[in-house]
């Protein structure tokens, strides 16, 4: 697969589907992707001192709970190195956290009662505006900062949509992002609003694109 930058300079990128031997690789670009995103700030309280830990210690739970759950999780390799990573929930899971115990109790024991709290009061509202039938969703995403700006994002983006489309059982794909600068990115590739919600003094967008079984999402390129 090619993201369409590609020239001699650029080495060919390839997708890889990801297991367990991936997970240090996989915390770590997470954790640079969604320590500076506005929600992950109000959530986790950055103006508190260990903000940085409860990011990671919560970033690392999600990897451990949907690598349990045997949940699909993608990534884009380039000369050997992992550089984006992706986690899908399946149309089925519709996954309820606070039934998640020991999920839980771990999140007490290292980002606190206050943030989990506040996490599963933000989990359970996106949960009460996915659409119906079924719908995929994009827990998380993210690109090493050092590869941004490649069009690795929307190659990982276009091979997510694809295997979304191979399930018969999905109607779509849901994400959400506190940061407005990506909205137009989510736009281009077709999302549209399914609404908002609201996090302090912003507002978190839930994002919705219809995608067909058996529809082929296919890179730029």
């Known amino acids: 697969?090619?993201?369409?930058?590609?020239?001699?300079?650029?080495?060919?990128?390839?997708?890889?589907r990801?297991?367990?031997?991936?997970?240090?690789?996989a915390i770590s670009i997470l954790v640079?992707?969604?320590r500076d995103e506005p929600t992950f700030e109000y959530l986790f309280d950055h103006r508190r001192p260990g903000y940085q830990q409860r990011v990671r210690a919560t970033v690392r739970?999600?990897?451990?709970?949907?690598?349990?759950?045997?949940?699909?999780?993608?990534?884009v390799l380039v000369n050997?190195?992992?550089?984006?990573?992706?986690?899908?929930?399946?149309?089925?899971?519709?996954?309820?956290l606070a039934e998640q115990i020991s999920w839980r109790i771990r999140m007490v024991l290292t980002a606190g009662f206050a943030c989990t709290r506040r996490y599963l009061?933000?989990?359970?509202?996106i949960r009460e505006m996915l659409p119906q039938p079924l719908a995929h969703q994009l827990p998380l995403m993210g690109v090493n900062p050092n590869y941004q700006n490649k069009g690795y994002g929307r190659l990982l983006l276009s091979t997510v949509e694809k295997l979304c489309a191979e399930n018969p059982r999905g109607s779509g794909l849901v994400l959400d992002t506190g940061n407005s600068r990506y909205l137009?990115?989510?736009?281009?590739?077709?999302f549209r609003s399914l609404g908002t919600i609201r996090l302090g003094s912003f507002e978190d967008h839930i994002l919705f694109r219809e995608v067909r079984p058996g529809e082929a999402a296919v890179a730029p390129g």
């Open 1 to 16: 697969m090619n993201d369409g930058t590609e020239n001699k300079n650029n080495p060919q990128p390839i997708i890889v």
């Open 18 to 25: 990801l297991d367990g031997s991936a997970r240090n690789e």
């Open 32 to 34: 640079h992707a969604y």
């Open 61 to 75: 739970e999600l990897i451990d709970l949907y690598f349990g759950l045997n949940q699909d999780a993608v990534g």
């Open 80 to 96: 050997d190195t992992l550089v984006a990573v992706a986690f899908i929930g399946e149309p089925e899971l519709r996954l309820n």
């Open 121 to 125: 009061d933000y989990h359970e509202k």
């Open 184 to 190: 137009p990115f989510y736009e281009s590739e077709g």
